[in-house]
């Protein structure tokens, strides 16, 4: 802790940070799913379990402050699969745990080090301001402040709505704690709002404050099935979405804690096992695939350095079996994680004064992925967009051996992929 300028209470305050802006997933991830036919309280303990092994491997092995767990948009594409295709979701496991086998593999070789490092700067820092502006965004949507509008796509909200109102005053308390330089200012900032919340009614504790877990599930997929039913396009497009998004995510959060040293991600092997062994685990329980957090960010934001955030992160997932009334309350208040999720993104923005805007080849790629992860609301395909973009102008511009040859592959796939495969 000593060297990475922390001690053990600002550890523990971004542990509970980050753990209260990605809480919502143990709520959000069984609705989803039990839509294609899994059980509620199956999913929800796979959620937990996945969660606490994806996390604490971060922990333990990376001795990084990035939360995993079950992915949103892989969840929903989990749920389409199984109702498009007709198919049981049992066999959509057995995918799932396929891509999780294949993942943990990939994991042992040096190819995803070997593109953390391949990715040229500019594309980096894109990365993580487009993640900084869809995660601004998330929180904007999730609190109703951005809505839908049919004539201009995206409209404001209400601002009379008593959630929009809460959010907003929320979002003043913290930022003006943050300014005033108050210890786990983002922490502190979502406890007032709980508190505003209790003492206006939008928060009550009707259903009590415990309950007893329900008995995990362990082996409800078919293999077979996979086969069987040739879903190989499937088993692939978990493992690219899942790499790409954690990928995306780790060097977001690696970045903007400091962690990247000319490019290099050190520990990335642990790191990146830690996704692949969570999805692997989750399959067996009962979950889709699971990835690195962008809500990780906002425990970095409130000084998280270590494994020791993780490890706080991954013992509230395992304690939320006993608390679930507590936490299904928590997390359908948005406007109390929203303010935080708005600040992050800010800080997310910081590494656009270091990309080149004179050089379009170097700008425009960036720019693409700025621009697409929080109007698709995929960090895979801001991704894919970037990895598409940035070869092209390198090769028009004759400058085709400055590109790594990993970023021509994975150009040539996705290009295949957004064409033939298209995620929906």
Do not use: C
Request: proline letters at 4%; glycine letters at 10%; hydrophobic letters at 55%.
């Amino acid at each position: 802790m000593k060297e990475n300028n922390t001690d053990i209470r600002t550890e523990m305050t971004a542990g509970v940070t980050t753990f209260l802006t990605m809480v919502y997933i143990v709520v959000v991830n069984p609705a989803i799913l039990s839509s294609a036919g899994v059980p509620f309280d199956q999913v929800f303990m796979a959620t937990v379990i996945a969660a606490v092994t994806g996390t604490l491997i971060m922990a333990l092995f990376a001795n990084y402050p990035i939360a995993i767990a079950p992915g949103m948009g892989l969840n929903a594409y989990f749920a389409s699969v199984v109702a498009s295709q007709g198919l049981s979701y049992q066999v959509v496991f057995g995918a799932v745990f396929l891509a999780g086998i294949l993942f943990i593999l990939l994991s042992l070789t040096t190819l995803r080090e070997t593109l953390i490092e391949a990715i040229p700067a500019s594309l980096k820092y894109g990365i993580t301001s487009g993640i900084g502006l869809f995660i601004a965004f998330v929180g904007l949507r999730n609190s109703g402040i951005v809505t839908s509008n049919p004539d201009t796509i995206v409209g404001m909200g209400d601002l009379h709505d008593p959630m929009i109102i809460l959010t907003v005053i929320g979002l003043f308390i913290t930022i003006i704690l943050y300014v005033l330089k108050v210890k786990g200012a983002l922490f502190l900032g979502m406890m007032a709002t709980g508190v505003i919340a209790y003492v206006t009614g939008q928060l009550d504790f009707a259903d009590g404050f415990l309950s007893a877990p329900p008995t995990p599930v362990f082996f409800d997929f078919d293999i077979a099935g996979v086969f069987s039913h040739g879903l190989y396009t499937v088993v692939f497009a978990f493992l690219l979405v899942t790499i790409f998004d954690t990928t995306g995510t780790m060097i977001g959060v690696a970045e903007q804690a400091g962690y990247m040293k000319n490019g290099k991600m050190p520990r990335a092997k642990q790191a990146l096992l830690a996704d692949a062994t969570a999805t692997t685990v989750g399959s067996m329980f009962g979950t889709s695939p699971s990835t690195a957090y962008i809500e990780s960010t906002s425990g970095v934001a409130a000084g998280g350095r270590t494994g020791f955030t993780s490890i706080v992160v991954a013992a509230l997932f395992l304690l939320s079996i006993f608390f679930t009334p507590i936490i299904g309350a928590i997390s359908s208040i948005p406007a109390i994680t929203a303010p935080v999720l708005i600040i992050v993104g800010t800080f997310m923005m910081e590494g656009l004064s270091r990309i080149d805007w004179k050089s379009f080849d170097e700008a425009f790629p960036a720019f693409a992925i700025i621009l697409t992860m929080p109007f698709t609301s995929s960090i895979a395909t801001g991704i894919a967009i970037g990895f598409i973009t940035y070869p092209i102008l390198k090769v028009a511009k004759g400058r085709w051996k400055d590109v790594h040859w990993i970023l021509y592959l994975f150009g040539v796939i996705f290009l295949i992929q957004m064409i033939f495969f298209p995620a929906h």
